[in-house]
């Protein structure tokens, strides 16, 4: 195994049980004593994120019953033993066994490694703050792209993006880092009363090639904006949630990935017809450079979704008809709101006319972005070229960068969205994702 496995969270050895029948997941770091030392920070991240990863694999594969180690090939340093142990794992030289009998909690470890990583980055840098640091990082993750077999460099990167993200939101709030092992990056951010924020999981979206930025997730995670309330003298048909914003827009998101409970939102569909699948209307705040997330103000109003609406109708789009195997399809591209325009009843009027003018489509919102549309009376007509529709919407959706997803449903249009395509084989591949299990295999 070459020596940049240490870095790879994706990658655990599985070794033969342990005399009393545990399973055996073995984390490799080949690197010499010295060089994990010289790499303090980052490698307690790593190490804690690697352990964390294999003790979630054996709670779901193993019924828990199970053992991590860390396979190191000289004496490891004591801070390595402290945090493998408090994430539950084992190191192991090559001659025996190293543990820490009552080690500082994880969250002590990540909260102290993190913070120093995000300082040893900036300073790496040569720039004056954690804000600069992150927007300097993000520059050089883009304008580099990062090889896709690159272990060490991919996770360095998402640790440091992650690192420096989490600073910026602890310097407005409290926050500690804690294990979500579900994750790839299995580190997440508590802000506590149940709000958890995942800097990890956008950091490797930004590694990857997303166009989006870590300053958006602080965005969200910052305490609530303070809402302007107009003078007495001026006691008119005031709206304090519009007066948030200063360029408001929908924006279709998955429910599941921003914390929904603190964001002015609204159902796409009905109550008696949605599903935690369709994809919510979070109105957001447009500032060309960034999208903001203005917090706990409550539902939209008419005022606001009006102008939102009026907003949307000026984003450019582009229309292109396309004749495919499955049979005409128009798809929607060519701006960040394109997938929105099934808000917009101009730009779907166009799509229906692209389509020959009938009275239902069937409309797939996958991605950041990305609308498609097909004629539905034909796809009705026709169960194969429906379940062929269906499917290349899902494989669109499952092709995007995780953040850029919206949702793998397909929705029924008139002249507004009325309700999901109901598809037992659909909602079947989805559940078996849900749990892990890769319905293609």
Known sequence: MVATAWADLDKLALARPRPDGRATLIARDDRSAEAITEARHLSTVIAIARVVRGTFAIEERHGGHGLVIYSVREHPPAFLVDAVSAAGGVVFDGSREHTTRSPLATTVQLDAAFSDLASAVRRRLKVGSIGDALDVLEHHVRRRAIPKDDAVATWTAVSELAALAGELIRADRPARWRAAGNERFPLALDLGKGEIAFPGKLAQAIVEGAAGSLRSLV????????????????????????????????????RRTVPIERLTHELLLGDEVDTPDVPVIVYVDDRDDAVAWPQDLGAPTAALRRTALANLAVQPVELTPMDVLIGKVVVVTGGFYAAESILDRATMERVRSELGGPELLLVGIPARGHLVAID???????????AAFLM??????????????????????????????????????RALRRVGVDPDA
Do not use: F, W
């Open 219 to 254: 965005a969200i995670a910052s305490p609530p904006m303070a809402v302007p309330v107009a003078p007495a003298s001026t006691v008119r048909a005031a709206d304090p949630v519009s007066a948030a914003y200063s360029h408001p827009l929908p924006l279709l998101c998955d």
């Open 392 to 429: 290349m919407v899902e494989g669109e959706y499952l092709r995007a960068l995780e953040c850029d997803r919206i949702t793998s449903e397909v929705i029924v249009y008139a002249d507004k969205p009325l309700g999901r395509v109901q598809s037992n084989l659909m909602d079947t591949r």
């Open 376 to 386: 539905a009376t034909v796809a009705s007509a026709d169960p194969e070229l429906q």
